[in-house]
């Protein structure tokens, strides 16, 4: 395990629909990423956060926003749920500032809209 | 572009038998180089990181990488498969230390008894 938890596991949600995934980083992580993984894809950065500032953001429209907390949790947030947005959805937590080079990847929260 | 392609999308290989998974990067001055294993309903999970020296890198599980510059290739390699090692494998790159992992679409591996 890699101490990256994410919560909900599993979600059910109605398109129009807002939703809210959460993240806790690996102890001493400051820096957290977020993917979304279509079924059969490889998983598609959708943004990083740094000390509480978005740092580095991905093809996603601005509706896919997010947080991070002073604990270096993080929160992803989507509004107006689309059937598309049915993915996986990891988190990543890094330590930028030493090379950044390692992230550890939660379980994920699948999300199925419908 | 900054891109990563894996050449096959599925695997098949007979347990004990050897295995290469192929994967390809858009060139750049500095790269750093992963593999990472999925299992079904699960998150990813670092096999192995090349990030400078030794082009043969090792990692967990018994896989090995080796990176090739002059190629721009990073393929994963096992000399002997089992079946716990049924997953998809997904090849990864950063271009900066800092910067956002760009993963390519996966290859399936699948072990016949």
């Known amino acids: 395990e890699t101490g990256v938890t994410q919560s909900p596991t599993h979600l059910i949600k109605t398109r129009g629909q807002q939703v809210t995934l959460r993240c806790s980083s690996q102890?001493?992580?400051?820096?957290v990423s977020w993917y979304q993984q279509a079924l059969g894809q490889g998983p598609q950065f959708i943004f990083q956060?740094?000390?509480?500032?978005?740092?580095g953001r991905g093809n996603f429209p601005p509706r896919f926003s997010g947080l991070q907390f002073p604990n270096y949790s993080s929160e992803l947030n989507v509004n107006a749920l689309e059937l598309d947005d049915s993915a996986l959805y990891l988190c990543?937590?890094?330590?930028?500032?030493?090379?950044?080079?390692?992230?550890?990847f939660g379980q994920g929260t699948r999300l199925t809209v419908v | 572009a900054q891109s990563v392609t894996q050449l096959d999308s599925q695997v098949p290989v007979f347990e004990e038998a050897p295995v290469e998974l192929r994967c390809n990067y858009s060139?750049?001055?500095?790269?750093?180089l992963f593999w990472y294993v999925q299992y079904p309903n699960q998150g990813l999970q670092l096999l192995l990181k090349?990030?400078?020296?030794?082009?043969l890198v090792k990692g967990i599980n018994g896989f090995e990488a080796e990176f090739n510059k002059s190629q721009t290739s990073f393929h994963l390699r096992k000399p002997s498969v089992h079946i716990s090692d049924t997953a998809e494998y997904f090849c990864?790159?950063?271009?900066?230390?800092?910067?956002?992992?760009?993963f390519g679409s996966g290859t399936r591996l699948s072990i016949r008894p």
């Open positions: 990543a937590s890094s330590r930028t500032g030493t090379g950044g080079t390692e992230a550890f």
């Open positions: 102890s001493g992580h400051n820096t």
């Open positions: 956060y740094y000390r509480e500032e978005e740092n």
């Open positions: 060139s750049s001055v500095s790269v750093y």
């Open positions: 090349y990030l400078s020296g030794s082009t």
């Open positions: 990864a790159v950063m271009y900066s230390s800092a910067s956002k992992i760009i």
